[in-house]
T-cell receptor
Framework: AQSVAQPEDQVNVAEGNPLTVKCTYS??????LFWYVQYPNRGLQFLLK??????LVKGSYGFEAEFNKSQTSFHLKKPSALVSDSALYFC?????????????FGQGTTLQVKP | EAQVTQNPRYLITVTGKKLTVTCSQN?????MSWYRQDPGLGLRQIYY???????DKGDVPEGYKVSRKEKRNFPLILESPSPNQTSLYFC????????????FGPGTRLTVT
């Protein structure tokens, strides 16, 4: 069965420092991977996705993610964190078979960026 | 504007009183899903629909019903709500044309007392 793990419940970084939010996956075949962000009292917003091609994917708000097939990881990164990046981040993988339209989500990682 | 809408946004109800949460999308997406979000558990799929009149159970379907009579609408029905259904609910739509990227509604916070 497909699964996603986010090993950290919370990540704390100082504003201006680089940030990494970790995600590992377990899927059969080639994965479709996604990152979403949830701000307080808001729905989930799409950040970026990896389907195929370049292992480094660039997304919204300056975020990027690196697909590493050998380590089955898809870590979210940003070179310089902003206080406004503080939110709940979810990694997700497309379920298979794909005709369910379903994504399997990790449990989420709270990112806290301090001034 | 492309969007998924849900109503109501907040709902407090009592055990056993039937309720419906509506969901509508304007993107002509074939797939629609309902998720519930609980602390520490991420998002779990309740039901999904692959197109009009085609629905199936997700991971946590007990106590819920859905219907898909029109492509744009996908209501979630709780026939007899119980306190363990207190949660944050999200409707989402997607299409194979965008690699199943999910578009989420703003969420419905349900409290069952």
């Amino acid at each position: 069965a497909q699964s996603v793990a986010q090993p950290e419940d919370q990540v704390n970084v100082a504003e201006g420092n680089p940030l990494t939010v970790k995600c590992t996956y377990s899927v059969s075949g080639n994965p479709y991977l996604f990152w979403y962000v949830q701000y307080p009292n808001r729905g989930l917003q799409f950040l970026l996705k990896y389907i195929t091609g370049d292992n480094l994917v660039k997304g919204s708000y300056g975020f990027e993610a690196e697909f590493n097939k050998s380590q089955t990881s898809f870590h979210l990164k940003k070179p310089s964190a902003l206080v406004s990046d503080s939110a709940l981040y979810f990694c997700a993988v497309r379920d298979k078979p794909s005709n369910t339209g379903k994504l399997i989500f990790g449990q989420g990682t709270t990112l806290q960026v301090k001034p | 504007e492309a969007q998924v809408t849900q109503n109501p946004r907040y709902l407090i109800t009592v055990t056993g009183k039937k309720l419906t949460v509506t969901c509508s999308q304007n993107m002509n997406h074939e797939y629609m899903s309902w998720y519930r979000q609980d602390p520490g558990l991420g998002l779990r799929q309740i039901y999904y629909s692959m197109n009009v009149e085609v629905t199936d159970k997700g991971d946590v379907p007990e106590g819920y019903k859905v219907s898909r009579k029109e492509k744009r609408n996908f209501p979630l029905i709780l026939e007899s709500p119980s306190p363990n259904q207190t949660s944050l609910y999200f409707c989402a739509s997607s299409t194979a044309r965008s690699s199943y990227e999910q578009y989420f509604g703003p969420g419905t916070r349900l409290t069952v007392t």
